[in-house]
Every structure is written in structure tokens, then in C-alpha cells.
């Protein structure tokens, strides 16, 4: 199986190759500046030379302040370029795994999510990849999209790696405590894609495999407690612990407004696919010991 994978330098994308290697699964990697959603004929000629039995789609605009502001480039990047790759997949009868966000939902359920719920982004990064998840599936019927949320790993820029930073420079941080999550490394997410991939071989597609998934670590936590847990975790390495002191959203305003609270419930995944992701505490210790080895 030869699986397609673009936004090629990016966190998810790296961890497939990476898990790839030990699955016997053969990955191409695909990316700017060769591969761009702004430029049409770039998708088509990467598909044409991968010639794919499976694409996953981990390419998207994700600045989610910025996206305010620039909503043309946010909507080309995870509506207009993905449709395009799900409209080549349709025609070839090549399954498509996307993946999206816990931005669609503005995070006032009080409870975690399941995909049936109300969708209401609270900014233009969540509405445009909402759009993203319905052009895909309009396109292509043997679509498979993947909400996840807080995505971390040893490389690329991300929340534990900016927080093990600023404890280098500094012995007192501020970070929001009332927004709750699931935390989720890379490389978990894609090993997930793998096992799910195992089951999409286009002679075995069941109705029940497309569609919408929550996919993300078991379990949630705040911005705050992830960042003291991903301090602890580097204390036993020999790092110093730092105080980190609570604070509310008001205390830090952003552009775009943050769900509250956008747990996702998995269930739906382990029940069609028999995927689990373990739970993000034990995946955030193996995530923080690669970062600080690298230095």
C-alpha cells in the first residue's frame, strides 16, 4: 500500500513516515513549496506521480489568530485545495483519510463531543476547516475525516515544545487554565491513520468506514495542566520545575476565541474500527524525553 500523505514537513505528517517504516507500509511525503494547495496542478501532478492506494490529508492553514484576518488563504488551504484532492480520489476510487479539528465546536456543550453534535466555530480557522470536512465528504464517498485536538510532538512548533522552551529562559509561567482538551501526540494520531489505513484496501470499503470520527489521546486536561505535567515529566530528566501560575482567557487575549471546553468523545472510532488512542498523560512522558534528547 502506498499511502500519500500530505503537508509533508508538518508534525503528522513526519510521524507516519516515521510509523510507517514498521507497518510495511510505503509513505510519500508531499509539501510546499512542490506541493500547494494554491497552486491546483501542483495536487493534481503529486497524485499522478504517487499514484496512491490511500491519501491522508494533514495539510492545512493553522494559524488560528492569523486566519482572522487573511480568511481567503485560511478557506483556499483547508476547503478549496482539499476538495480538489477528494474530488482525484473519487475518480480513482482511492479512500481519503482528512483531518480536521475540535475547532468546529465553540466549546459549550460541557461535555465531550460526539460527532453528531451541532457544529459552531467560534473563529475563521474552525469555520474553514468545517468547510473542509463537507466538501470532502461531498466529493468523495469513501472519505474518512479525523477531528482531533492539541497535537503535539518532538518536532515542529506546538504547545509542550514552546512550554519546555520558556522554562529555559524563565522560573515563572503564566498559562490558561479554564480551556480543556485532549491532548494528542503526532505520533499517536498516526498510528491510528495506520490502523485504520489497514482497512480502507479499496476491496474491502464497508459504508460504515465513512464519515465523521473523533480521534484524539484518552482522557483531557487544561492548558495549564498540560503544561505542568510536561514540566514534571522533564524534572526527572534533571530540568528545573517552574512555577506556573493559573490563569483565565480574559487574562490572555487572543485574536480568535478558543473553545472552552472541546473534549472529544472517541467511542465512534473504537466502535467501527476497533482504534483507541492511549491516554495522553503516558504519551506526553515518551513525547517530552525525545525533545529534551534532541536538545
Known amino acids: 500500500m502506498t499511502i500519500l500523505v500530505t503537508g509533508g514537513s508538518g508534525q503528522l505528517a513526519l510521524a507516519l513516515d516515521a510509523a510507517a517504516v514498521s507497518s510495511g507500509l510505503s509513505v510519500a511525503r508531499v509539501g510546499r513549496p512542490g506541493f500547494d494547495f494554491d497552486r491546483p496542478a501542483s495536487i493534481d501532478d503529486a497524485f499522478a506521480a504517487a499514484a496512491p492506494s490511500l491519501v491522508v490529508n494533514a495539510a492545512a492553514y493553522t494559524a488560528v489568530d492569523a486566519a482572522e484576518d487573511d480568511a481567503e488563504a485560511a478557506y483556499r488551504a483547508n476547503r478549496d485545495g482539499p476538495a480538489a484532492l477528494a474530488r482525484l480520489c473519487a475518480a480513482a476510487g482511492v479512500p481519503l483519510i482528512h483531518v480536521s479539528t475540535d475547532y468546529v465546536f465553540d466549546g459549550a456543550k460541557g461535555a465531550p463531543y460526539l460527532e453528531t453534535d451541532p457544529t459552531a466555530p ?8 468545517l468547510a ?11 472519505a474518512v475525516v479525523l477531528r482531533t485536538s492539541w497535537v503535539y510532538s518532538p518536532t515542529g512548533k506546538n504547545f509542550v515544545r514552546t512550554m519546555l522552551g520558556a522554562a529555559r529562559k524563565t522560573n515563572r509561567l503564566r498559562v490558561v487554565a479554564d480551556q480543556t482538551g485532549c491532548p494528542t501526540t503526532a505520533a499517536d494520531l498516526a498510528n491510528a491513520i495506520l490502523a485504520i489505513a489497514t482497512q480502507l484496501k479499496p476491496d474491502g470499503w464497508q459504508d460504515r468506514f465513512g464519515g465523521v470520527f473523533h480521534a484524539a489521546g484518552s482522557g483531557s486536561t487544561t492548558w495549564h495542566g498540560l503544561a505542568l505535567a510536561a514540566f514534571e515529566e522533564a524534572a526527572r530528566l534533571g530540568r528545573p520545575m517552574p512555577a506556573v501560575d493559573p490563569i483565565a482567557t480574559a487574562d490572555w487575549p487572543t485574536r480568535a476565541r478558543r473553545p472552552a471546553d472541546s473534549r472529544l468523545d472517541c467511542s465512534k472510532l473504537r466502535s467501527v474500527f476497533g482504534v483507541a488512542l492511549p491516554p495522553w498523560r503516558d504519551s506526553l512522558a515518551s513525547t517530552v524525553d525525545a525533545i529534551i534528547a534532541a536538545g
Not at 467560534?122 to 474553514?128: D, K
Not at 473542509?132 to 469513501?142: D, K, M, T
Request: proline residues 5%.
Open 122 to 129: 467560534t473563529g475563521v480557522y474552525g469555520a474553514s476547516k
Open 132 to 142: 473542509g470536512e463537507q466538501a470532502v465528504l461531498a466529493a468523495c464517498p469513501r
